[in-house]
């Protein structure tokens, strides 16, 4: 079984780390988004939608970061905790998948994108109205997370880790990436981010994070003007 993915991206993180964390036999693909070779000829086959994480299993090919780790659950049995059959607890969990595609997923990357890639890697300052409006969406997003979410619980679903809170911590990690460190004036985020660091185990969530966390850095060695291809569609998207 090969696995696309670039540790760039929150939802390859995801599927990473529960992979290994579960012991997944996988070939890990390399395929970096930002050099564009998603849009290249043989990946194509792969996934026609041109975004990470794919997976290819025998003939089965399957795209989707939800869609591939549900598929890793229920393939190789992984314990219960993580998608559990418990009917209410498994409905906490899909909440959750459910809610998170149009909050943090976007409010933490667009924080990203504002504060690192669009000044400094294409060149384009970030208005600061759309920069305030972006950090308020996160914000809410964030506040919603514990207080809807987490609430007095230990996790998402309950006493346990699970899906919910693997596909939440790597969202929230983006734009700490970026330097806003949204753990600040947050003890109740905070607690749960070291226990989902704890149950993950930190050496993978290190592993799993060390490029996102070294990108200020890195990306000052990069092509930007591969990046420049795509500069007005991120526009577009973000601006």
């Given at each position: 079984?090969?696995?696309?993915?670039?540790?760039?991206?929150?939802?390859?993180?995801?599927?990473?780390?529960?992979?290994?964390?579960?012991?997944?036999?996988?070939?890990?693909?390399?395929?970096?988004?930002?050099?564009?070779?998603?849009?290249?000829?043989?990946?194509?086959?792969?996934?026609?939608?041109?975004?990470?994480?794919?997976?290819?299993?025998?003939?089965?090919?399957?795209?989707?970061?939800?869609?591939?780790?549900?598929?890793?659950?229920?393939?190789?049995?992984?314990?219960?905790?993580?998608?559990?059959?418990?009917?209410?607890?498994?409905?906490?969990?899909?909440?959750?998948?459910?809610?998170?595609?149009?909050?943090?997923?976007?409010?933490?990357s667009k924080m990203f994108w504002f504060l690192i890639m669009i000044p400094k890697v294409?060149?384009?300052?970030?208005?600061q109205d759309k920069m305030d409006a972006a950090l308020e969406d996160l914000n809410g997003?964030?506040?919603?997370?514990?207080?809807?979410?987490i609430q007095e619980r230990p996790f998402i679903a309950g006493d346990n880790v699970s899906?919910?809170?693997?596909?939440?911590?790597?969202?929230?990690?983006?734009?700490?990436?970026?330097?806003?460190?949204?753990?600040?004036?947050?003890?109740?985020?905070?607690?749960?981010?070291?226990?989902?660091?704890?149950?993950?185990?930190?050496?993978?969530?290190?592993?799993?994070?060390?490029?996102?966390?070294?990108?200020?850095?890195?990306?000052?060695?990069?092509?930007?003007?591969?990046?420049?291809?795509?500069?007005?569609?991120?526009?577009?998207?973000?601006?």
């Amino acid at each position: 079984m090969e696995l696309y993915l670039d540790l760039f991206s929150q939802p390859c993180r995801s599927v990473y780390i529960f992979a290994k964390k579960n012991n997944i036999p996988f070939e890990f693909k390399q395929l970096s988004l930002l050099n564009g070779e998603q849009y290249g000829e043989e990946f194509g086959k792969i996934n026609l939608i041109r975004k990470v994480p794919a997976l290819h299993d025998g003939d089965f090919c399957l795209a989707e970061s939800i869609a591939i780790l549900l598929y890793l659950a229920e393939k190789f049995k992984t314990p219960d905790f993580w998608y559990p059959a418990d009917l209410q607890q498994r409905a906490r969990v899909n909440e959750y998948l459910s809610w998170q595609h149009t909050a943090i997923r976007l409010h933490g990357s667009k924080m990203f994108w504002f504060l690192i890639m669009i000044p400094k890697v294409l060149g384009v300052d970030v208005p600061q109205d759309k920069m305030d409006a972006a950090l308020e969406d996160l914000n809410g997003s964030l506040k919603l997370i514990e207080e809807k979410f987490i609430q007095e619980r230990p996790f998402i679903a309950g006493d346990n880790v699970s899906l919910a809170d693997l596909v939440a911590i790597v969202e929230i990690m983006q734009p700490v990436a970026s330097g806003l460190d949204v753990f600040e004036g947050r003890p109740k985020l905070s607690a749960w981010r070291d226990r989902v660091q704890e149950a993950i185990g930190k050496e993978l969530f290190d592993d799993a994070h060390q490029i996102i966390l070294g990108a200020q850095e890195s990306l000052k060695e990069i092509d930007s003007s591969k990046m420049q291809l795509f500069k007005p569609k991120i526009l577009k998207l973000y601006m």
